[in-house]
T-cell receptor, first 112, second 113 residues
Framework: GEDVEQSLFLSVREGDSSVINCTYT??????LYWYKQEPGAGLQLLTY?????DMKQDQRLTVLLNKKDKHLSLRIADTQTGDSAIYFC????????????FGKGTRLSVIA | GAGVSQSPSNKVTEKGKDVELRCDPI?????LYWYRQSLGQGLEFLIY????????KSGLPSDRFSAERTGGSVSTLTIQRTQQEDSAVYLC???????????FGSGTRLTVV
């Protein structure tokens, strides 16, 4: 079955890099996503990566995908206090006709 | 509209009452999803509508839960005879193309007392 696992908490100092990790079980995943949820808000799409890519960079965000190990990571460079939020990893299947499967989310705390 | 709109933003109800939660997706988005977010449980898929196809109801936790989508736009999630374990944030999302990811609403926080 589908399962997405994330560590629940991460604490970093302002200015440092944050690395949030995710593992998934379904090798047929086609797209993998990172969402951010701020308090009292819905989820906001940050970035996504197609399964035939190893890396994607978007400003301070770098996504790394190790398809062999089914491991996805999100690196945030120069972490700011505004990056404090819950980050969700999600996977989608080949056809897209099945809903995204989300991890439980990693709560990132940035210490000033 | 500019985004996915959900109402009400908060709902407190007594155990045993029925509730209706509304979602107004982005105009033109053919797919609409309902998820439930409970404390420490991540996002739990409930139901998915795609165009005129029959909805995927595989995530609904019991027959007390139902949803409809009228005219391919607005959706209503109904919970009958609410229980305390139904307390959660109910999130709605829509998408035009699944590869672009979903746009989420801000959710309805349901509290059953």
């Amino acid at each position: 079955g589908e399962d997405v696992e994330q560590s629940l908490f991460l604490s970093v100092r302002e200015g440092d890099s944050s690395v949030i990790n995710c593992t998934y079980t379904d090798s047929s995943s086609t797209y993998l996503y990172w969402y951010k949820q701020e308090p009292g808000a819905g989820l906001q799409l940050l970035t996504y990566i197609f399964s035939n890519m190893d890396m994607k960079q978007d400003q301070r965000l770098t996504v790394l995908l190790n398809k062999k190990d089914k491991h996805l990571s999100l690196r945030i460079a120069d972490t700011q206090t505004g990056d404090s939020a819950i980050y969700f990893c999600a996977e989608s299947m080949n056809s897209g006709n099945t809903p995204l499967v989300f991890g439980k989310g990693t709560r990132l705390s940035v210490i000033a | 509209g500019a985004g996915v709109s959900q109402s009400p933003s908060n709902k407190v109800t007594e155990k045993g009452k029925d509730v209706e939660l509304r979602c107004d997706p982005i105009s033109g988005h053919t797919a609409l999803y309902w998820y439930r977010q409970s404390l420490g449980q991540g996002l739990e898929f409930l139901i998915y509508f795609q165009g005129n196809s029959a909805p995927d109801k595989s995530g609904l936790p019991s027959d007390r839960f139902s949803a409809e989508r009228t005219g391919g736009s607005v959706s209503t999630l109904t919970i009958q005879r609410t229980q305390q374990e139904d307390s959660a944030v109910y999130l709605c999302a829509s998408s035009e193309d699944w590869t672009d990811g979903y746009t989420f609403g801000s959710g309805t926080r349901l509290t059953v007392v």
